[in-house]
Nanobody, 119 residues
Framework: QVQLVESGGTLVQPGGSLRLSCAASGFSLRMYVMSWYRQAPGKERELVATINRAGGSTNYADSVKGRFTISRDNTKNTVYLQMNSLKPEDTAVYYC????????????WGQGTQVTVSS
């Protein structure tokens, strides 16, 4: 069964840190550009971070630059999002995305994991 499964979301205090994981099953992440998106209540889903297939190039939304780090371990078929200095405005459901469209492959989404930043 092809799926992406996110984990690591929880309630954290402002200024705290979390690491989200996205594990793929049923396919290899090696051929996919991987991204994290988030969606806060009442807002549109927004792109947070992207990493290329080899992991050598990353891009971030301005709102998270310097605080979040995306990484991948293709041997473990997993992508990570390290989130530091968390703010209440980071509260959202975080989704993992695997995009293989450039290579004629599918686009997959995970089910999301809730991150709540609150004191």
């Amino acid at each position: 069964q092809v799926q992406l499964v996110e984990s690591g979301g929880t309630l954290v205090q402002p200024g705290g840190s979390l690491r989200l994981s996205c594990a793929a099953s049923g396919f290899s992440l090696r051929m996919y550009v991987m991204s994290w998106y988030r969606q806060a209540p009442g807002k549109e889903r927004e792109l947070v971070a992207t990493i290329n297939r080899a992991g050598g190039s990353t891009n971030y939304a301005d709102s998270v630059k310097g605080r979040f780090t995306i990484s991948r371990d293709n041997t473990k078929n997993t992508v990570y999002l390290q989130m530091n200095s968390l703010k209440p405005e980071d509260t959202a459901v975080y989704y993992c995305n695997a995009d293989g469209s450039v290579f004629g492959l599918y686009v997959y989404w995970g089910q999301g994991t809730q991150v709540t930043v609150s004191s």
